[in-house]
């Protein structure tokens, strides 16, 4: 534990070598929370940071897949340094999404903050918190490319929260249900309440207002925040939620249920030579990790067990639609964003005209002429953008309109739809393995460093980004809009007219390639590609190619 007095610390500081007397750090006098006394520290641009502050003791031993459990300490909590992720396979070092080594642990759970230069309690400040996604086994709320400083810079105060991952974060078992009173499984979700309680009862005292908190997350971290959004335990812990990538308002569905978990949890205590919960409770986390299903970062385990969401009558005790039909939910301002490239379709394989009519046809059958109405092509060189549309409108953007849809559907707080579509410029000739830069598009992910603005990441080690005066600009407009909608729930600035989505103007935001502009759906093909689910998928390419695959860069 990283306990010291202020005394110690500044002493340690005072005696430090010549080339570490560089650092432009200073330290900030230790507060008081409601676990302890923390101490942190002013970066070289003047942003005040907490890095490390732990919101539950550390999941391990006995509490191993246990819900978090509170902490408290005595003396002061130095919290100067970010901590290790949680247990994951690590990246390799020249994927498009590495900004460098982290170490793993099982103790984990901690929260990152970042303040304005020379903020102070009583400046009531809007709050913005992140979620880190990667498909529920990979994340980590100190990666570079989620990063406050910047969004500090700007007036508010950003957090990141971590959260258990994989068989650590999400297995349910029948002794741990018997063990925790009828619900196991879904500890990454319990993590993060207590991260969002820990926030509401502390955030004042780093300059926040506990009733102007938004939750963002991307990807698996979208799909958390709209766990939150409906599970009935996180009401009133915020105020207004951006999900980007996997927007969810009152979908159907009644997903994993506890019975179905618990089997898979037998299935790991079996695989994993263990007798008893107690014995898979000493087993070495790294064995845990290699058991994991995982195909990310250039790892791939396809016969290994995969955990995940469940609906344990607990943290989520229905379905999201049974949740917001009865009102369960939390009713709050929405975003749902999503990606111009991040969606595959069978289509986009096509070469010609007439490769793209007969893979039409796979796809539709009977109904492919009604198909080619709605999205023809006339010469070879439309195909590309034509098929990319489709792709798109078929998963990705119905997905997200949906949740404009349902938002209206079911509560009175608006929703904002948007979609980024800037493609990055590459530096020639650079060499990025997961990234074919002739053809990659506005890929899983890309949008996150815009909102944060923290583009610089892309080449700390090497230059990769070709940066433009419009890249900083579109960055800087979109910064301003997620701070207005911390402020007041409604993200229109001067720089971007947003209007709320409904049924009459069914319209988003498409943050472009040249300039910022309000469209509108295009909803009749959209109901109709809803209508008419594509046939031979899987004959067309199946996997990634088939309709509403997530495509392109990172997944988290």
């Not at 926030?199 to 926040?208: E, K, L, S, T, V």
């Not at 969810?248 to 179905?260: D, F, H, I, R, Y």
């Not at 618990?262 to 058991?291: C, F, H, N, W």
Request: contains cysteine.
């Amino acid at each position: 534990m990283r306990k010291t007095t202020f005394l110690a610390a500044i002493l340690c500081a005072a005696a430090i070598t010549p080339l570490m007397a560089q650092v432009t750090e200073t330290p900030i006098a230790p507060m008081q929370t409601s676990e302890g006394q923390v101490a942190g520290k002013v970066l070289a641009s003047g942003v005040r940071a907490w890095f490390g502050v732990p919101f539950a003791k550390a999941p391990i031993n006995d509490l191993r897949w246990r819900p978090p459990q509170p902490i408290s300490w005595k003396g002061v909590w130095t919290a100067d340094r970010k901590m290790p992720e949680c247990m994951q396979v690590l990246r390799p070092h020249n994927i498009n999404h590495y900004f460098g080594e982290e170490a793993t642990a099982e103790d984990c759970l901690y929260v990152n903050v970042w303040a304005p230069p020379g903020s102070k309690p009583s400046d009531k400040l809007p709050v913005i918190v992140f979620i880190y996604g990667g498909g529920g086994t990979i994340g980590s709320a100190g990666s570079a490319m989620y990063d406050g400083e910047n969004m500090a810079k700007k007036g508010v105060v950003f957090v990141t929260i971590a959260y258990r991952l994989g068989i650590l974060g999400w297995m349910a078992h029948p002794e741990l249900t018997k063990e925790q009173g009828g619900h196991s499984g879904n500890y990454a979700y319990l993590d993060q309440n207590a991260a969002l309680k820990w926030i509401h009862a502390n955030i004042d005292r780093f300059g926040g207002d506990a009733s102007h908190v938004v939750i963002t997350g991307q990807s698996a971290g979208a799909g958390s925040v709209a766990a939150q959004l409906h599970s009935p335990m996180s009401k009133g812990l915020f105020s207004g939620a951006m999900m980007s990538s996997v927007c969810s308002v009152g979908t159907p569905g009644a997903g994993t249920s506890l019975a179905e978990a618990e089997k898979t949890g037998l299935e790991i205590q079996k695989r994993l030579g263990a007798s008893s919960l107690a014995d898979l409770r000493y087993v070495p986390a790294d064995k845990i990790i290699q058991l994991q299903s995982e195909n990310q970062v250039g790892y791939s385990n396809n016969a290994g067990v995969r955990t995940g969401a469940i609906t344990d009558g607990y943290f989520t005790p229905g379905s999201k639609e049974d949740m917001a039909k009865t009102h369960q939910m939390s009713d709050v301002p929405v975003i749902g964003n999503f990606n111009s490239g991040e969606s595959n379709s069978p289509l986009q394989k096509a070469a010609t005209v007439a490769e793209y009519n007969a893979i039409a046809a796979r796809m539709y059958g009977a109904d492919a002429p009604a198909f080619l109405k709605l999205y023809p092509v006339k010469t070879d060189a439309d195909i590309k953008a034509v098929a990319a549309k489709v792709a798109r409108e078929s998963a990705i953007a119905n997905a997200s309109r949906n949740c404009g849809v349902n938002q209206v559907l079911y509560n009175k707080s608006p929703a904002y739809i948007d979609m980024f579509n800037h493609r990055y410029t590459y530096t020639p000739g650079v060499k990025i393995a997961d990234v074919d830069q002739a053809s990659v598009g506005v890929y899983h992910n890309a949008d996150i460093p815009y909102w944060f603005g923290n583009l610089d990441i892309f080449n700390i080690f090497r230059t990769t980004r070709d940066l433009t005066p419009f890249d900083h600009t579109l960055a800087n407009d979109m910064q301003d809009s997620l701070i207005a909608f911390a402020k007041t729930g409604n993200p229109q600035t001067a720089a971007v007219k947003w209007p709320a989505w409904s049924p009459k103007t069914d319209v988003f935001v498409n943050f472009g390639d040249n300039d910022i502009k309000v469209e509108a759906f295009n909803s009749k093909a959209m109901t109709w590609l809803a209508a008419h689910p594509a046939q031979g998928a899987s004959q067309a390419g199946g996997g990634a190619g088939a309709p509403g695959v997530i495509a392109g860069g990172p997944r988290d």
